[in-house]
């Protein structure tokens, strides 16, 4: 097998959270062009990720799944379903997720428990519920999206840095008890990146300056730029790596 074979996808069947727009949507959609079917979930519709995969020739459905209501027995049935409807689950993207800023003297307990139950709560579910199907065939990948703030404090963000940093956590504890059952834990730590829920701070001219000054390679993140890493982790590429998290952010940690 050549090098570049490693990263082909063929035959492999992903699951991705968060597949609507936006980094989850981009994720969905390289899984897709190496050549895995893929199962788009998230609250709102898919149609034009899942438009998408199909282009490409691959098989996409639509999971539709409230996380800020998940339970293990709900991720079970999620997981069963996709594999009665595409006959396995290869790889498992936790890419869902809520951001809600405030001031960490004014964040709301409704807010905080929103943000532990789809950043924590849902994705520990899911993933526990995605291991164990993977442990009966030996293998899998299950690739977790956490943040810049996985590593800092941030401005604002207290209670989102604290479930990023979970995820971050998450991704090591199972990682290590994964790692002898077949599956790979990893994690992608996003830097800034224009999307949906940062629109905002796009549009403060002084604000979203602030951010990019701070950006060693000058730009902003977009989307597709997570396609490649996400392949990578996916891939018999990655088999040897357990427990990491990997920061694409434009080298924003490092200033």
């Known amino acids: 097998m050549s090098v570049l074979d490693q990263y082909r996808l063929d035959g492999k069947t992903a699951l991705v ?3 609507t727009r936006g980094i989850g949507s981009a994720l969905a959609i390289a ?6 079917d893929v199962a788009c979930v998230d609250i709102l519709d898919c149609d034009n990720t899942c438009k998408q995969i199909e282009a490409l ?16 027995t709900g991720m079970d049935t999620l997981i069963d379903s996709v594999i009665q409807k595409l006959g396995r689950l290869d790889i498992l993207v936790n890419c869902a997720g809520v951001v809600l800023p405030d001031p960490v003297l004014e964040i709301s307990e409704l807010n905080w428990d929103l943000e532990v139950q789809i950043n924590m709560k849902a994705l520990f579910l899911l993933s526990q519920a995605g291991a164990s199907r993977m442990a009966e065939s030996g293998s899998g990948k299950i690739i977790n999206i956490a943040s810049a703030w996985s590593f800092q404090g941030g401005e604002f963000v207290a209670s989102y840095a604290g479930t990023k940093h ?15 059952l077949g599956i790979n834990v990893n ?11 940062t629109t905002d701070i796009e549009k403060d001219s002084a604000l979203y300056q602030s951010k990019l000054e701070r950006i ?15 392949v990578f982790l996916a891939s018999d590429a990655s088999e040897y790596m357990h427990g990491t998290v990997v920061a694409m952010d434009g080298g924003w940690l490092i200033h």
Not at 31 to 36: N, P, Q, V
Not at 187 to 197: L, Q, V
Not at 217 to 225: E, F
């Open 17 to 19: 959270t968060g597949a």
């Open 216 to 230: 060693p390679a000058g730009r902003w993140a977009k989307p597709d730029d997570y396609k490649g890493l996400v």
């Open 187 to 197: 994690a992608i730590a996003p830097g800034w990146t224009s999307t949906a829920t």
């Open 166 to 180: 979970a995820v971050a956590g998450y991704t090591r504890a199972f990682a290590f008890e994964c790692a002898p």
């Open 57 to 72: 020739g691959r098989k996409a459905i639509y999971q539709y799944a409230d996380l800020s209501q998940a339970t293990r």
């Open 31 to 36: 899984l897709a062009e190496a050549g895995a």
